[in-house]
């Protein structure tokens, strides 16, 4: 009997829908343009396409469905958030205004931030008081909490944020108001001990500000999504993709949504880390490049690493510090504008410029031909060749060459360039935009990218792919079957899994065994609890430990992940000596006369991974066939060559193709520069490798 799994992935342009059957491997796709105003339409759309090519019916889909999805990121980013409101500790309302004093920038004196997400005016304040060591010294008292509650009704809130000053080290005042005003309003409420229960106070603040301000939003979605998927009579439960590369049920993520700031893109660098497994490389670069953004992600030893140091809603792309500091863990990956439909201008200084602002899905690059004007790195790939109009998506969607001249044509007359050489001029400059962020990314992690392979995916990753791989002398490209959608394949080879943290701050050898212990089986319960309500049996679930560490004094602590089991898997002298290896790795140094403390206690808490195989294929040794020639052009100064275009599911194991080339498929065109040579799989990966 068939074993089929659906994975369901909104991106910024189109939203995509992936089927496999457990049993026999086969994999089954559809890709659809997002619908931004109405998110859900785009959705049904994507499944009912995947359902309908697969021959499958909803009541045959008995596992659960997995969704990852862009719509928290966008809603901050784009402002459209609830009319939230955030309750604090006397004398502390303008915390959200007052960030931590760092100025990104020190030299500019029109500093700009992201407006809070939730506004002085709708700020209110408590009198209640809890010390640093936990202490509790103001209780409010229930008359204080209903004249609040007042307050909030004459405000119309719609999401209510409670974050109190050393909540962290005892959360009784918050819990307290929290739950008072969670019984006296209609709306949802959010304590800042459960979504971010961590030393430093405007990270806390604003992560618990953000997760209110979404609430409304993703709360509302993910009930429709829901009714929706019980009236198809599809047969399984749904979970969501988080940040940190796991799945949750869609209960605990309407009450977190702050943790599904990067669902999507974690689920690309999941999939990434499972390739990396498939193909025995401990080191691969993602690349995933789809209509609106481009991001990168590491891999080592077949992992993605983690980061608890996440900002989101930057007013300046590449400038730390500009946007939100959310404390929540997440893949560690660089996101830049620079997808399909990143819009090409010519700057004050007469430069060219790519993005961040994209066409989107509404309207759309010009060639969509659905009322977009501006010029973006898709018109110019069509303008180049590298894609064929007449066969994008399939030919279900034909593109307007017209139109993309045309949009081009304005760049050009600024540049005093001809169309081409401008398009030429526009993939040039995002491909080296790319390969600048993921190179960046690397050095801030002490690695180096050359020599190291890509795997490219999303649906304009494998078009670029080969002109990024020269640009960071990698000399080895990944092209995974149905890499335009591997961000949907990568929710379903992800385990259900809640990362938690309490900071807890003692020197270390002032930890007494039992107050560590306490703490962590505190952690542990919760972990059960949400793991339990996405279907995960208590004995299936899996510990894993760390902490952030200092020595005594500093500002700023590194991540140390000791271990897994049921207990503190490690001793102190174990640790200290893992926290001066990691402090010398970094810092070049240690300081062997300060003693070490730790500030936070980290919990993961994660079910087994899914059983999920890609049956191999044997080689056949078939030469593959041309399906006919189209004129591209691989640089701005070069004349057009007339390449020969495969279509890759004709392509058989075994199969060698020397570039140039385009290869095709419904979702996604591989452009094969000269010097490259590609051969197919196993697995029917198209592996392309430099030839000097």
């Known amino acids: 009997m068939a074993d089929w799994r659906l994975a369901v992935d909104i991106g910024g342009t189109f939203t995509d829908a992936v089927l496999i059957d457990g049993e026999s491997g086969r994999v089954v796709v559809d890709k659809t343009l997002s619908t931004p105003s109405h998110p859900l339409e785009g959705v049904k759309r994507g499944v009912l396409g995947a359902l309908a090519r697969a021959g499958v019916t909803p009541g045959e889909i008995r596992a659960p469905i997995v969704h990852a999805t862009t719509l928290v990121t966008n809603a901050l980013i784009e402002g459209k958030i609830a009319r939230a409101t955030l309750v604090t500790t006397l004398g502390f309302a303008d915390t959200l205004l007052i960030r931590n004093e760092h100025r990104y920038d020190m030299y500019d004196l029109q500093i700009e931030f992201p407006p809070p997400p939730i506004p002085r005016d709708r700020t209110f304040e408590i009198d209640e008081r809890v010390s640093s060591d936990g202490t509790v010294r103001t209780v409010p008292d229930r008359a204080a909490i209903e004249r609040l509650a007042g307050q909030l009704r004459a405000v119309d809130a719609e999401a209510v944020a409670v974050c109190f000053l050393n909540s962290y080290a005892n ?99 999941l999939a990434g880390s499972w390739y990396a497994r498939r193909l025995d490389e401990p080191r691969l670069l993602c690349f995933d490049m789809g209509g609106t953004t481009a991001k990168s992600c590491l891999i080592e030893d077949f992992e993605a690493e983690l980061t608890t140091d996440f900002e989101i809603a930057r007013m300046y792309r590449f400038k730390k510090g500009s946007g939100f500091p959310v404390t929540v863990p997440s893949v560690d990956l660089v996101e830049i504008g620079a997808g399909g439909g990143s819009i090409a201008r010519v700057d004050d200084l007469g430069l060219l410029k790519i993005g961040p602002d994209s066409a989107g899905a509404e309207p759309g690059p010009a060639c969509y031909g659905r009322g977009g004007v501006n010029p973006t790195v898709t018109d110019s790939d069509v303008v180049l060749g590298n894609l064929d109009p007449g066969f994008f998506l399939g030919g279900e969607m034909v593109l307007d060459l017209e139109a993309a001249e045309h949009a081009i044509g304005k760049v050009s007359a600024a540049l005093d360039t001809s169309i081409v050489e401008t398009a030429g001029g526009v993939i040039e400059l995002v ?78 050898d002032d930890v007494a065994d039992a ?60 640790l200290l000596a893992q926290f001066s290896e990691q402090y010398r790795t970094m810092y070049g140094m240690t300081i062997p006369d300060v003693a070490v403390e730790v500030v936070t206690w980290r919990i993961s808490a994660f079910g087994s991974d899914p059983a999920l195989t890609l049956h191999g294929l044997e080689p056949t040794g078939a030469v593959p066939v041309a399906k006919g020639t189209r004129p591209v052009r691989f640089s701005r100064s070069a004349p057009a060559v007339d390449v020969p275009v495969y279509q890759r599911s004709t392509l058989e194991v075994g199969a060698r193709i020397e570039g140039p080339a385009i290869i095709e498929e419904r979702e996604t065109t591989t452009v094969l520069r000269p010097t490259w040579v590609a051969t197919v799989d196993g697995d029917s990966s198209l592996v392309a490798e430099r030839v000097q």
Not at 216 to 243: D, H, K, N, T
Not at 252 to 268: D, F, L, T, W, Y
């Open 515 to 574: 107050d560590r212990e306490a703490l962590l089986e505190e952690m542990r319960a919760e972990g059960r609890r949400v793991l339990a309500s996405a279907g995960v049996a208590e004995g299936d679930v899996t510990f894993r430990y760390g902490v952030d560490a200092r020595y005594q004094g500093q500002g700023n602590e590194i991540t140390l992940w000791v271990g897994t089991g049921e207990s503190w898997p490690t001793t102190s002298e174990e």
């Open 171 to 269: 959360p009784a005042n918050e819990r307290a108001v929290a739950a008072g005003l969670a019984e006296l309003l209609d709306v949802p409420v959010c304590a800042s001990n459960e979504i971010a229960p961590q030393i430093r106070e405007y990270p806390r603040m604003v992560t618990t500000a953000c997760n209110a301000s979404t609430m409304p939003v993703i709360g509302p979605y993910l009930e429709e999504f829901q009714r929706w998927l019980a009236e198809q009579g599809f047969g399984g439960s749904l979970l969501i993709m988080l940040s940190n590369g796991g799945v949750v049920s869609a209960d605990v993520a309407a009450k977190n949504p702050i943790r599904m700031v990067e669902s999507g893109p974690a689920a690309g660098a």
């Open 431 to 508: 491909d080296q935009n790319m390969a600048a962020s993921a190179r960046m990314h690397a050095v801030e992690r002490g690695a180096d990218l050359r020599g190291v392979s890509l795997i490219a995916f999303g649906g304009a990753g494998p078009v670029h792919a080969c002109g990024v791989a020269e640009l960071l002398d990698s000399p080895r490209v990944i092209f995974p079957a149905n890499a335009s959608v591997l961000s949907a394949f990568g929710a379903l080879v992800t385990p259900v899994r809640m990362d938690l943290a309490r900071s807890f701050v003692r020197r270390f």
